[in-house]
C-alpha cells in the first residue's frame, strides 16, 4: 500500500503592501501542489484602518536582546537568499510576514518541533516571539490617518482532510494574533484562501494558488503598507538617467530629485541616508556593503544631503523552497518531516511543514511608499548666518539596497530589497 504524507504547507505572500500567506500542501506519493507563480496585477489602494490592531491589549517595550534577535535573523536571510543566487536580481521579502505566519505555525506545535521553529526564528521562548509580534504591530503610528499599516492572519482547514482543528489552538490564535481558524469544504477552499489574501493585499497579490484543494491546513499572514514621505519629491525634478545595472550594462531609469536634512551615514564599505515616513516608518536607502545597518542608526548625523534616487516597481515569488531551506539550516528540520509534532493544531492527524512561499510587491515614487495623496511639511532649523553648509551627495545611480523599518528605538525590518539592474 502506497504511504500517504499529510503536509501542512506554509504560504507567505508578501507586499509592501505586502504579503504573506502560510499554506498548507499535502505531498502525496512524493508529488505535491504548490502555489503558483502567477505573478499580480497593480490595482488602486483606498485608504484602510489598521483593523488588526482594535482587539489587541498593550504594546510591550523592546529591549537591546530583541533588537540584536531580530536584526540577527533579518540579516542572515538575506545572506541566505543572497547566496540562493538573488545577488544579482531586483526582488524584496518580508522578514516581518515570515516570521507572523510561522508565529501560527508554532502556536500549533508541541515538543521538539515547537521548539525548533521557536529558535529557528531567533528566539528562546514563545513569550519572546509574541512581544516582536506585538511590537511589530504597534510600531507605525496609524492615528495620525497618514499612514494605513494592516497586519492579519488567518487559518483554513480541510473538511476532506483527516482530523480536526483543536479549539484550544482557534483560541490560542485569536487571542494572539487577531487570527480565526475555520473548516472549508475542498472544493472552496482555494477561492477562500485567495479571496483572503486579495482582501488583505488591496488587490496587489490576487492569487496565492491555483489548487489548494488537496492540502490539509492552510495558515497565512499579511502585511500591507501605505505611507507618504514627510517631505515629497517634486515630481519637476524628476528626470530621466543613467543607471549602472549590476551586470556593466547602462539603463535609463526616472531620478526623483531632492535637496534637505536627513539622518546621514558614512564609511570605508558605503555610506546610508535614511528618509522618513509618516507613522513613524523609515527607508534606508544603502550604497555598498554595509553590515549590520539597523545597529548603525544611532550613529547617523543630520547632514544637508542631496538624494538623487530611481523611481522603481518589482516584485518577487519566494516559491522555490529557498525560506523552507531557510528554516531547515536554521535547526527546525523537524517541523518539515514527517516526525513533526503538530498535535497542538489539528487532533488525529499527523501533519508537517512542506512548503514556505512568499510573494512581495513594492512601487516607489515622488509621493511615497505606493501613491497617497496625503503629505506634512517638516519645517528644519536654519544654519546661523555666514555658515556654509556642506551638501553630502547620495546618488544612487547604481545597485542599492534599502530597508523598510518601523520604530527608531528598537528598529524592526518590514521590508528589505535591492535594485542592481
Known amino acids: 500500500m502506497r504511504n500517504v504524507l499529510k503536509g501542512l504547507a506554509v504560504i507567505v505572500a508578501g507586499i509592501l503592501f ?15 501542489a504548490v ?28 529591549d537591546d536582546d ?45 515538543s521538539d518541533t515547537k521548539t525548533s521553529l521557536i529558535k529557528a526564528m531567533g528566539f528562546e521562548k514563545e513569550e519572546e516571539m509574541n512581544e516582536w509580534y506585538n511590537n511589530v504591530l504597534f510600531a507605525p503610528d496609524t492615528a495620525s490617518g497618514f499612514i494605513t499599516f494592516k497586519m492579519l492572519n488567518s487559518a483554513w482547514h480541510n473538511t476532506a482532510s483527516k482530523g480536526s482543528i483543536n479549539k484550544a489552538y482557534k483560541q490560542n490564535i485569536r487571542q494572539l494574533y487577531h487570527a480565526d481558524a475555520e473548516d472549508v469544504a475542498p472544493d472552496k477552499i482555494t477561492d477562500a484562501v485567495n479571496d483572503w489574501v486579495n482582501e488583505g493585499t488591496e488587490g496587489l497579490v490576487p492569487k496565492m494558488s491555483d489548487d489548494l484543494s488537496q492540502v490539509d491546513m492552510v495558515l497565512a499572514n499579511t502585511i500591507y503598507l501605505k505611507s507618504s514621505w514627510v517631505e515629497n519629491f517634486e515630481k519637476m525634478n524628476t528626470k530621466e538617467g543613467d543607471f549602472k545595472s549590476i551586470d556593466g550594462d547602462t539603463v535609463k531609469k526616472d531620478f526623483m530629485e531632492q535637496t534637505d536634512h536627513f539622518r546621514y551615514y558614512e564609511d570605508a564599505d558605503g555610506k546610508f541616508v535614511i528618509l522618513p515616513m509618516q507613522g513613524d516608518v523609515d ?19 543630520s547632514e ?25 539550516s536554521r535547526g527546525a528540520g523537524i517541523a518539515f518531516s514527517p516526525e513533526a509534532d503538530f498535535s497542538a493544531m489539528i487532533s488525529d492527524s499527523e ?14 515614487d515622488e509621493e511615497g511608499i505606493e501613491a497617497t495623496a496625503a503629505s506634512m511639511i517638516a519645517v ?17 545611480d ?7 523599518v518601523t520604530d527608531n528605538d528598537d528598529p524592526k525590518t518590514l521590508f528589505y530589497g535591492q535594485i542592481v539592474k
Open 351 to 364: 501533519v508537517f511543514i512542506s512548503d514556505i512561499i512568499q510573494k512581495t510587491k513594492i512601487k516607489v
Open 35 to 62: 502555489a503558483s507563480d502567477e505573478k499580480s496585477e497593480n490595482t488602486d489602494i483606498e485608504e484602510d484602518t489598521n483593523d488588526s490592531a482594535e482587539t489587541a491589549d498593550t504594546t510591550p517595550e523592546g
Open 283 to 301: 527607508v534606508i536607502v544603502m550604497l555598498g556593503d554595509i553590515e549590520d545597518v539597523c545597529d548603525k542608526i544611532d550613529d547617523c548625523k
Open 18 to 32: 505586502f504579503i504573506a500567506s502560510l499554506s498548507a500542501i499535502k505531498s502525496i506519493g512524493g508529488r505535491r
Open 66 to 110: 530583541m533588537t540584536e534577535i531580530s536584526t540577527n535573523f533579518d540579516e542572515e536571510l538575506i545572506s541566505f537568499l543572497e547566496k540562493s543566487g538573488y545577488s544579482d536580481k531586483n526582488y524584496m521579502v518580508s522578514p516581518a510576514s515570515f516570521r507572523a505566519v510561522l508565529a501560527l505555525a508554532v502556536a500549533g506545535a508541541d
Open 380 to 396: 528644519l532649523g536654519a544654519a546661523p548666518p555666514g555658515e556654509k553648509i556642506e551638501t553630502k551627495e547620495f546618488i544612487a
Open 304 to 328: 544637508n544631503v542631496h538624494v538623487k534616487l530611481p523611481k522603481f516597481e518589482t516584485e518577487a515569488s519566494f516559491d522555490n523552497g529557498e525560506l523552507t531551506e531557510f528554516m531547515k
Open 398 to 404: 547604481e545597485p542599492f539596497k534599502y530597508y523598510i
